[in-house]
T-cell receptor, first 113, second 115 residues
């Protein structure tokens, strides 16, 4: 079955530390890739997306992600985190351009001032 | 403002009762979704609909039912057959385009508690 794996379930970082959250998906072929973020008390919102083209995509608030097709990965990065980045981050995948969106289990990020 | 409205925000239900969660969108999106969010399990797809009068089961459809009679509305019924209905339910919508499928806009969620 198609699945999305997020390896880090709970990450604690100090402010200014660098962040990398892993995301891997099963099966190859054409994929659309997403990272969503859920800040405390807020609804889920799109952080960044990849449909095609440059495999390094930039999103809001200084986040970026790199699509590595050979590794079936789409890792999220940020060079220097802030306390306001404390949130839960979800990787999501659509296979074949269809509408079914499959999410990973999420990574809770806690940034300590 | 365009967006997705879910109601009620909080709902309590006795065991054996059916309950319907409302989801309305004014984004003119064709596709709509229902997810269930549980701690440590991420978002799991219950049902989704790409067009009016059509919907597909997701990964955990048992004990749930939906309808899509209007483009802007996609209500979810949690039936008494759902074994563990206490959860946070999220509705989402997206444009229906093969190349850009998956960019979802979410509502604020409905928290259902079964007493």
């Amino acid at each position: 079955a198609q699945s999305v794996s997020q390896h880090n379930h709970h990450v604690i970082l100090s402010e200014a530390a660098s962040l990398e959250l892993g995301c891997n998906y099963s099966y190859g072929g054409t994929v659309n890739l997403f990272w969503y973020v859920q800040y405390p008390g807020q609804h889920l919102q799109l952080l960044l997306k990849y449909f095609s083209g440059d495999p390094l995509v930039k999103g809001i608030k200084g986040f970026e992600a790199e699509f590595i097709k050979s590794k079936f990965s789409f890792n999220l990065r940020k060079p220097s985190v802030q306390w306001s980045d404390t949130a839960e981050y979800f990787c999501a995948v659509v296979w074949g351009g269809y509408q079914k969106v499959t999410f990973g289990i999420g990574t809770k990020l806690q940034v300590i001032p | 403002d365009g967006g997705i409205t879910q109601s009620p925000k909080y709902l309590f239900r006795k065991e054996g009762q059916n309950v319907t969660l409302s989801c309305e969108q004014n984004l003119n999106h064709d596709a709509m979704y229902w997810y269930r969010q549980d701690p440590g399990q991420g978002l799991r797809l219950i049902y989704y609909s790409q067009i009016v009068n059509d919907f597909q089961k997701g990964d955990i459809a048992e004990g749930y039912s939906v309808s899509r009679e209007k483009k802007e509305s996609f209500p979810l019924t949690v039936t008494s057959a759902q074994k563990n209905p206490t959860a946070f339910y999220l509705c989402a919508s997206s444009i229906r385009h093969r190349g850009s499928g998956g960019e979802l806009f979410f509502g604020e969620g409905s928290r259902l508690t079964v007493l």
